[in-house]
């Protein structure tokens, strides 16, 4: 059974993120799911628990070893969604909690899918950053173009949740 290690950071798409959890378990995944602190005020471990019937990690010093017990089962990382914070600490290599570490500590390919708000995604600092991830293999999917809960249209939206399943499986084969 091939491993997805499913990453949430704190966006309002994480809804979708756990959409993603449930269609992935679904077509016969293990889908283990990583969320920053930000990322639980969106949505409860206790959503993607139940969703993908695995535990929930987000304390870096719970255990000594689950970033690398993960980094190493993954056959992808999918972070789904990626907010403009969690790409840029991926960019500079800042290790801060248990999903950049996990990334960091991992040779799976790496499957990012932004969403933020549009402002934030055309900032100059983010789009260095995305390019300097894709330039060291990083994948990515989306931003969207659509409604934003900003309360207007523009690029930003979290790529529809059936186009990431399609791309992680490609790329996890
Ligand atoms: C209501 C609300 C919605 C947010 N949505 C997003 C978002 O879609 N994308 C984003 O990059 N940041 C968003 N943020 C800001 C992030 O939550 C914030 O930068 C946080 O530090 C991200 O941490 P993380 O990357 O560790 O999860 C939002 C903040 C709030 C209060």
Redesign the pocket.
Known sequence: MKTIVLGL?????CYKGAEAASLLTQKGYQVYTVM????E?FITPLTLRSLTGNPVFNDMFEDKTTHISLAKEADLILVA?A????IS?LAGGIVS?LLTLTIISSNAAVLICP???EQ?YKNKIIQDNIEKLKKYGYHFLGPYEGWL?CGYRGKGRLADVMDIVVEAEKLIQ
């Open positions: 950071s704190g966006s309002i798409a920053t602190a930000a990322a005020e969604p907010t403009a914070c969690c600490k909690d969403a933020m708000n934030m809960s």
